[in-house]
């Protein structure tokens, strides 16, 4: 057995004493503050797409006596990597955490940015920094990902029973039949209710004239024959004067006096005639059989002596 013996001084072990309480102290506080805090780094995959937002949590797990944890905004520039947003994780209104979305623009393995911690003092100032874990994730090509899709067996067509549209059909009958209806009330309102005139336009006004007054027949209703025989005289006048009588009432043609240039006499009888007939039409006023040969006569001479004027 062997025994070394070594002979110090009282300041030699004096000295030695001291720097084995410095190297204790060094030890436990190093000890307290590794218990006291810790960050964690994380990542919610390690394989992402190109482009693919990747979720990095940094959290920390509380504070040291007097001091705080402050998770900074991180600030990057480069094209393989962008931040898409970055938000604190509060807990009881302390902030105990960041959430930063990235992604990657190139394929490859790549790890999350430096990232660092302040730990603040009680007066808020940056006692120092700790630079977090980084974590590596791999970035493939969007080719290669669906490459590993597998792929699954074509199912046959799926028949499906048709629905007929039974509101829709209504709807296009029912504005079929509205359209119809107007159609054919327009077209009955613009019907001209007279014969179409058949005459040559080379024949003159009183020729016209005289042949519609010679087949007008007598024998039939007052309503029709009066109807007639006052359109023989507006269409006789209408294209001798160039006056559309045609489309003007009884009581315009009373009030326009100033237009037909021929004598009161020719006019007044003329009137009375029309006056006449819009009775026997709308009024239903009864009629004697010899006072339809009187007026035919009448509207003969009153067209004959507007011809010779």
Known sequence: MLILWWNFS??????IN??????LFSFLFSLVFAQSIYITSEVDTSKASIGDIITWEIKGNGSQQNKKLEFPELNLKGDSISIYSQRLIFYDELAIGRIIEIAFWDTGRFYTPSYYVNILDSQGNIDHDIEIEKVAIDIVSVLTSL????????KGPVVVKGVMP?????????CL???????????????????KNSYSIIKSPIEIANDRLSILNKKGFAKEFYSELSHITREYIEYSTYIRTLEMTTEEIIGNRDLFHFDDDSFSQWTDLLSKADLVKYAKQSIEPYEID???????????????Q
């Open 177 to 195: 039949v509205i359209i119809s209806a107007i159609i054919w009330v327009i077209s009955k309102r613009i019907k001209y209710i007279y014969p």
């Open 10 to 15: 009282k300041e030699e072990v004096k000295n």
């Open 147 to 154: 490459s590993e899709v597998k792929a699954r067996p074509v």
């Open 166 to 174: 039974y509101r829709e059909i209504l709807l296009i009958i029912l």
């Open 294 to 308: 009187i007026d035919k006569d009448k509207v003969i001479d009153f067209i004959n002596n507007l011809s010779s």
């Open 18 to 23: 001291l720097a084995n309480n410095i190297i």
